[in-house]
């Protein structure tokens, strides 16, 4: 038997179907809601309020708060401290990923249940009990705030999801593929396979790699026609629900390991690449993270893939590479600190660290794809 596993499997109540969001006066009735936070963005929320009638017109007394744009510590307490306030005891988030983990961890300062309504299906973040921290200015903090809370209800409306910007959807599709390619060498030990949850994990994580394979490209299509479809559904859900559920039901085995701190290492240490989308980066993460697993044939076979979406291939192409050496030291060492990379069952330090990342932009300046 491995360590105990904390198992988050997800928010108590989900719903994705069109008219989803007439639940939510049943749902805060349930929960007993009376004075309620709703924390939205800008443009997003411009377009999220035609579907909210059921919201915007329910008797509860409802405060409107427009968020910064960031998840950082010095949000996450100005919202808790505004819950405080106001006597809030029920808070929905109604944006992006950087929306909902803001709303996670302001509820969990402010001991409050919330729900979360996404307007984008680009990352995890509306599933999972956790939130990835950035500074007020937009550059990551490098790291995460985990908690044991998860969302009282997690609502999606197909006709909001599509008519979100298309790039954002495209970098989901790279979010989602990672959760295959970073828990495959941990999760193919012998240790886990008699182990239900972890497993469960494995077999969440290959459907998130074989349907956005087999379907994204049409429902990238759909999506440019902005017309709903099963594939646009399907992949949307994957991307949201399916991907949340590898790390709810794998924990740390299940959740990130090089893909991920590479990103939050480039993000913490290069300015320039503020510009590339969360999932973007992480595609780039993938191909490193394949590097240090020395293998370069699955990296030839998602090339083709990267192209048809373009999505970044290296730090090259990202327009970061070559770099000074004391900034690819801090790159490579914050990689280093990440507890999960450690968890790969092969020997990591600074050098093989190193090598990967130099050897990743070598191997793809030969093949001219850079």
């Not at 997003?44 to 909210?52: F, T, V």
């Not at 909902?100 to 509820?107: F, I, M, P």
């Not at 954002?168 to 030990?189: C, H, N, P, R």
């Amino acid at each position: 038997m491995i360590e105990a596993i904390n198992v988050k499997v997800g928010p108590q109540f989900y719903r994705y179907s069109e008219g989803a969001f007439d639940l939510i006066p049943e749902l805060l009735n349930e929960f007993q809601a009376q004075r309620i936070m709703v924390v939205h963005g800008t443009v997003s929320w411009q377009k999220a309020q035609p579907y909210l009638s059921s919201l915007l017109n329910h008797e509860a007394v409802v405060h409107y708060e427009q968020y910064s744009g960031e998840c950082s510590y010095n949000e996450g307490n100005r919202i808790a401290t505004l819950v405080a306030e106001k006597d809030i005891d029920f808070v929905i988030g109604v944006g992006g990923g950087k929306l909902a983990d803001l709303v996670l961890y302001a509820a969990h300062l402010a001991n409050v249940q919330f729900g979360v309504i996404p307007t984008l299906a680009s990352n995890c973040a509306a599933w999972t009990p956790l939130s990835v921290m950035y500074k007020d200015n937009g550059m990551a903090e490098g790291k995460s705030e985990h908690v044991k809370r998860q969302a009282a209800f997690l609502l999606m409306e197909p006709r909001l999801l599509i008519d979100a910007p298309i790039e954002y959807f495209i970098a989901g599709v790279a979010d989602t593929m990672a959760k295959w390619y970073e828990s495959d060498m941990i999760l193919e030990q012998e240790e886990f396979s008699k182990e239900s949850f972890p497993m469960m994990a494995r077999h969440a994580a290959r459907m998130c790699k074989e349907v956005i394979l087999e379907e994204s490209t049409k429902a990238i299509e759909d999506m440019k026609n902005g017309q709903v479809t099963p594939e646009f559904i399907h992949v949307s859900e994957i991307i949201v629900a399916v991907a949340g559920l590898v790390g709810g039901l794998g924990d740390k085995f299940a959740r990130n390991t090089a893909a991920h701190a590479l990103h939050d290492a480039i993000s913490a240490y290069l300015p320039e690449v503020h510009k590339f989308l969360h999932g973007e980066k992480v595609a780039y993460g993938i191909f490193y993270q394949l590097a240090l697993e020395g293998k370069w044939s699955v990296i030839d076979d998602l090339i083709p893939f990267y192209q048809q979406l373009n999505l970044p291939m290296s730090l090259t192409q990202m327009g970061v590479y070559p770099m000074l050496e004391a900034t690819l030291s801090d790159i490579i060492g914050l990689v280093h600190s990440k507890q999960k990379v450690h968890l790969l069952p092969m020997e990591i330090n600074e050098d093989i660290l190193t090598k990967a990342l130099i050897d990743l932009e070598s191997y793809l300046d030969n093949k001219e794809v850079i």
